[in-house]
C-alpha cells in the first residue's frame, strides 16, 4: 500500500502540472500522513539539512566553471581545435560536434550547458554545409548527453549523495563508457553522412593544428588536472569543483581575457540561478527519499521481485526499461533523487556492484534527455537551433540507437565498467 501511495501520488502531482519540487515535498508529506507521523518540523529539517551536504557543494562550483568556460572562450577554442583536425573529413562538423561534446563534456558536466553551446556555434555550420539541420541538430543533442557520463558529471554527484556510493569511484568509472558512446555516435555518423555532399573545408596544415591546439591547451588541462587528482587522492570531487571554478576564471580573465573582472558579476549570477534550481529540488526530494527509508519501500520492492534477484543480468535489463520508460516524462536530477535511494538497495542485495549501477543508472538517465515527450536537451537544441520538435526526434534516432547498443553491452559485460575502474582506483 506504501507503495502505491508513493507512485500515485508523484504521478498526480506531475500530471496536473505542478512542478516537480513541490511535487517531491507533497509526495513526502501524503506519505508522512498515511504513516500517521506528519510533522512541519520534520519536513523543514530535512529540507535545511539535505542542502547543507558538503559533497553538493561541488555542483555550484562546477556549473560556476561551466558558465566562465562557455563565457570565457575556452569551449570556442575546443571546437577550433577540432576544426582543425577533422573538419575536412566527408562529414567532418559532425565528428568535430561529437570531439567537441567529449572536450566539453569533461569541462561542464553539464548536458544542457553543451547543449546550448554546440547548437549555437555549429549548428548554423553544419547546415551551410549541406547537412541535413534536423540530423545536424539530432547529433549535436546526441553528443550533448555525454556530458552526464564523463567526469566531472553533475549527475554523478547528484546520484553519489543520495545513494551514498563514492563520488570518487563513480567520476572514474564514467570515463570508458563515455568514450565508448562517443565512438558509437562517431560510427552512426558515418553511416548517416556517406551519400552526403563532401568536405567544404580545405584540410588544416600542420602550422594551423599546432597553432589551434596551443590556443587550446589551457583549456585541455582542465579535465586532466581533475581526473589526475581524483585518481591519486589529491583533491576530492568537492575540491576538484573548487579547483576547477578557479582555473576557469583566472584563464578567462587574466590569459584569453575575454572575461572582463566586472563580467563575473553576471557570471555569477547565472550560475547562482541555476545552482539554486538543482539544489532546490534535491532539497525537496529528501523528504520522499526519507519516506522510502521509513516506509522500508525497497525491502518491499525486494520482496515482490525476488524471483529476479538470482540473475542479475535480466534484473538489470527490467531496471534499465524501467529507468528510460520513467525519464521520458521526468528529468535527469529528479529520477536519479527519485529511484536512486531505492534501487541501490536492491541491486546491492543481488549482488551488483554499486558504482557500476551508478554508472549504468545515469547512461540511462542521460539517454532519456534526448526522448520524448520531455526530453530537455532536445529542447534546447530545438530552441537555439529554431527547429521543430517532432523533425529533431527524428534527426536524433540513429543516434540513440548507437548509444542504446552501448548501455546493452554494459549491461551484458559489467567488464566494461569495473576492469578500468579497478585499474583506474
Not at 515535498?25 to 535545511?48: K, P, R, T, Y
Not at 588541462?221 to 583533491?235: E, H, S
Not at 525537496?284 to 527509508?293: E, R, V
Amino acid at each position: 500500500m506504501t507503495v502505491l501511495i508513493f507512485v500515485l501520488t508523484l504521478l498526480f502531482f506531475v500530471a496536473i502540472g505542478l512542478p516537480i519540487a513541490y511535487a517531491l515535498i507533497l509526495c513526502g508529506v501524503a506519505l508522512m500522513w498515511h504513516m500517521d507521523m506528519f510533522s512541519g518540523q520534520i519536513v523543514a529539517q530535512n529540507i535545511l539539512n539535505s542542502a547543507s551536504s558538503f559533497p553538493l557543494l561541488a555542483i555550484p562550483l562546477f556549473i560556476l566553471a561551466g558558465e566562465v568556460m562557455n563565457r570565457g572562450g575556452l569551449s570556442k577554442r575546443i571546437i577550433a581545435l577540432a576544426q582543425a583536425l577533422v573538419g575536412h573529413k566527408r562529414g567532418g562538423l559532425g565528428y568535430v560536434a561529437i570531439f567537441a561534446g567529449v572536450i566539453l563534456a569533461s569541462l561542464s558536466g553539464s548536458a544542457l550547458a553543451d547543449a546550448a553551446t554546440l547548437a549555437a556555434l555549429l549548428l548554423p555550420m553544419m547546415v551551410a554545409a549541406g547537412h541535413e539541420k534536423n540530423r545536424a541538430g539530432g547529433l549535436i543533442a546526441s553528443a550533448s548527453i555525454i556530458a552526464p557520463i564523463i567526469p566531472p558529471s553533475i549527475a554523478f554527484i547528484v546520484f553519489g549523495v543520495t545513494t551514498g556510493v563514492s563520488i570518487t569511484r563513480l567520476f572514474l568509472g564514467g570515463i570508458v563508457p563515455g568514450i565508448l558512446c562517443a565512438i558509437s555516435i562517431c560510427i552512426a555518423w558515418y553511416f548517416v553522412v556517406r551519400k552526403e555532399p563532401g568536405p567544404i573545408f580545405e584540410k588544416s596544415s600542420f602550422k594551423e593544428r599546432v597553432q589551434a591546439f596551443v590556443s587550446s591547451l589551457w583549456a585541455l588541462m582542465l579535465p586532466i588536472i581533475i581526473v589526475v587528482g581524483l585518481r591519486f587522492g589529491v583533491v576530492t570531487p568537492t575540491e576538484a569543483g573548487a579547483v576547477a571554478a578557479v582555473y576557469a576564471i583566472i584563464i578567462s580573465v587574466v590569459i584569453y581575457r575575454e572575461i572582463k573582472p566586472l563580467d563575473l558579476l553576471d557570471v555569477f549570477y547565472i550560475a547562482g540561478k541555476s545552482t539554486a534550481a538543482v539544489m532546490f529540488l534535491v532539497a525537496a526530494a529528501s523528504i520522499p527519499a526519507w519516506m522510502i527509508t521509513i516506509a522500508d519501500i525497497p525491502g518491499q520492492l525486494i520482496h515482490l521481485i525476488s524471483p529476479l534477484m538470482e540473475y542479475p543480468v535480466f534484473l538489470m535489463l527490467v531496471i534499465v526499461v524501467l529507468i528510460i520508460l520513467i525519464g521520458t516524462a521526468m528529468d535527469l536530477t529528479p529520477t536519479i533523487l527519485l529511484l536512486g535511494p531505492v534501487l541501490v538497495p536492491i541491486v546491492s542485495a543481488a549482488g551488483i556492484d554499486s558504482v557500476y549501477f551508478g554508472v549504468v543508472f545515469v547512461i540511462c538517465c542521460s539517454l532519456s534527455l534526448i526522448t520524448p515527450p520531455v526530453g530537455t536537451v532536445l529542447n534546447v537544441v530545438s530552441g537555439v537551433g529554431k527547429l521543430r520538435y517532432e523533425e529533431l526526434v527524428k534527426g536524433t534516432l540513429p543516434f540513440f540507437l548507437a548509444q542504446l547498443i552501448v548501455l546493452l553491452l554494459i549491461v551484458l559485460l559489467p567488464q566494461i565498467v569495473t576492469l578500468p575502474l579497478a585499474w583506474l582506483s
